[in-house]
């Protein structure tokens, strides 16, 4: 698969690194903490949303507790606990923003996380001057799956939706940058393939994504999405 473009987005977490073993323990820390039951489907919704918004869906598990109270607990967690799984880049990912980098190819994030995590990752990866743009949960009325984030990274960069490729490893981050209007390449770290059938191609991880003149790139081994 070959795709022309004239920017591109990535999401971060799940997409740029893999963070989501630990989100999960996290997020499971949360509800074990106020007794509320919760299973593997419980934790894959809260993957690739804005944290208080997923929140506000599985409120009625968390009596007389309100949104901000739970969110302000799980982000008060110790998220250096050296028993929580590394942050590791996604094979490929680094390379591949480097790349794009180098071809001259503006470059955005648009995360659910918010701006203080947002800017701290991206630092502590090594790409965060390589970005023209960074879009985080504070930036926007309405989350992922809703398209705002993606619109404004297209806004930021000067390039209209179609002509643009954004990377997502979560089903609500596909569905946010289809409804934007964007070409949407999927990974499968966080989600099996099936649950990212909406994207336009699916592929294991960055590795197998180059970066040819005009600019364009190339998919390696994707599957395509419907």
Known sequence: MELT??????DMDGTLVDTEPR????WARLFDDH?????????????????????????HLFPG??????????????HDDPALPAAEPVPGALELVR???????????????????AEEMLVSLGVRDLLDAVVTADDV?????APEGFLAASARL??????????????AGVAAAKAAGMTCIAVTTTQPS?????????????????????????????????
């Open 5 to 10: 473009l004239r920017a591109v987005a990535f």
């Open 23 to 26: 989100s999960r323990i996290l």
């Open 35 to 59: 007794g509320a039951p919760y299973d593997d489907d419980v934790l894959s919704s809260f993957t690739g949303r804005r944290g208080r918004e997923a929140l506000a869906d599985r409120l």
């Open 65 to 78: 507790r309100t949104v901000e109270e739970l969110f302000q607990q799980v982000v008060g967690y110790d």
């Open 99 to 117: 790349a794009l980098h180098a071809a001259g190819v503006p470059l955005a994030v648009v995360t659910s996380g918010v701006r203080r995590y």
């Open 141 to 145: 009325a309405t989350g992922k799956p």
């Open 158 to 171: 000067g390039a209209p939706p179609a002509a643009m490729v954004a990377f997502e490893d979560a089903p």
């Open 194 to 226: 099936a649950a990212l059938a909406a994207a336009d191609g699916v592929v294991a991880d960055l590795t197998g994504i180059d970066v040819l003149p005009g600019p364009a790139l190339r998919v390696r081994g994707a599957s395509r999405g419907v």
